[in-house]
């Protein structure tokens, strides 16, 4: 059963607009969210976060919003550049047995471009 | 310079022999993970350890088995019970549970290929 669910696989938009990349979650445990960002035959690069208590996280192009209610997060990137090409991961994190891991999506695909 | 190195970067092996696959790294993280990427798959959770000589399953664990003997050491062994070795391996580390800081960090991979 998939505990964290990026719908989409793929995302195409152009430069300078903005790219909304979607994450549904079923486990109401998960206490902190994150995306990944990951270029072919790298490991993925940490790119934001945001606790379960809050609703909203910026770093300067990128936002991560959390509506915990629908189980949902969503990450903003504007404006998208053409760099910013790469497959995304949403992840959730979960404290078990005095452990914390990670639960990851599928990815979705993003392409800017130019 | 901090970070997680994993060699080598591609590795052939043959159908029926283990294969170690290394990660080192030098963050000083207590915790560390492996992880397997299939191909329009995420991330699956092999192994994982904690502190230095206790590791535990995670959801794919079968056909693989691990050690952590240093802090700075977590090597992978893919063994021949594991009956789809083929993909792509990462090994991340973070600060571990009750530090606040719940990010993983990631080495840049090990693409085995079993024929």
């Known amino acids: 059963d998939q505990q964290v669910k990026q719908n989409s696989p793929s995302l195409s938009v152009q430069e300078g607009r903005i790219s909304i990349l979607n994450c549904d979650y079923t486990n109401s445990m998960f206490d902190y969210f994150l995306w990944y960002k990951k270029y072919p035959a790298e490991g993925p690069t940490f790119l934001i976060s945001?606790?379960?208590?809050?609703d909203k996280n910026e770093d300067g192009r990128f936002t991560v919003f959390l509506n915990k209610s629908a189980k949902h997060l969503s990450l903003h990137i504007v404006p998208s550049q053409p760099g910013d090409s790469a497959v995304y991961f949403c992840a959730a994190s979960v404290a078990q047995g005095g452990s914390e891991k990670l639960v990851f999506g599928k990815g979705t695909k993003l392409t800017v471009n130019p | 310079d901090g970070g997680i190195t994993q060699s080598p970067k591609y590795l052939f092996r043959k159908e029926g022999q283990n294969v170690t696959l290394s990660c080192e790294q030098n963050l000083n993280h207590d915790a560390m993970y492996w992880y397997r990427q299939d191909p329009g798959q995420g991330l699956r959770l092999i192994y994982y350890s904690q502190i230095v000589n206790d590791f535990q399953k995670g959801d794919i664990a079968e056909g693989y088995s691990v050690s952590r003997e240093k802090k700075e050491s977590f090597p992978l062994t893919v063994t021949s019970a594991q009956k789809n070795p083929t993909a792509f391996y990462l090994c991340a580390s973070s600060n571990g549970p009750g530090t606040g800081a719940y990010e993983q960090y990631f080495g840049p991979g090990t693409r085995l290929t079993v024929t």
């Open positions: 945001i606790s379960s208590i809050k």
